[in-house]
Nanobody, 111 residues
Framework: VQLQAFGGGLVQPGGSLRLSCAAS????????MSWVRQAPGKGFERVST????????YYANSVKGRFTISRDNAKNTLYLQMNSLVPEDTAVYYC?????RGQGTLVTVSS
């Protein structure tokens, strides 16, 4: 299983970023996928989850209404659209499949 997240960077408060995660080594369309994050000095937080078909999603209260998870099973790719970013969203973001977590991408929200 390989999961590679990318798309992070430095963004000002109120800005937007779109994260992507390229998956390989397993049948992507058969599994629920999640984004988790780890802020500096803190533990992991599950941000969002999407079911295999993309028809059902979960969001943490801290991101509800601002983040949107989606997936393209034909491209084996998971996405996270992040809008109205706030400094508290600063973290390393990882995509996960059951039992696996890939390399993360750093998102920094700062003016």
């Amino acid at each position: 299983v390989q999961l590679q997240a990318f798309g992070g960077g430095l963004v000002q408060p109120g800005g937007s970023l779109r994260l992507s995660c390229a998956a390989s080594g397993f049948t992507f369309g058969n599994y629920a996928m999640s984004w988790v994050r780890q802020a500096p000095g803190k533990g992991f937080e599950r941000v969002s989850t999407i079911n295999p078909s993309g028809g059902s999603t979960y969001y943490a209260n801290s991101v509800k209404g601002r983040f949107t998870i989606s997936r393209d099973n034909a491209k084996n790719t998971l996405y996270l659209q992040m809008n109205s970013l706030v400094p508290e969203d600063t973290a390393v973001y990882y995509c996960t499949s059951p039992g696996s977590r890939g390399q993360g991408t750093l998102v920094t929200v700062s003016s």
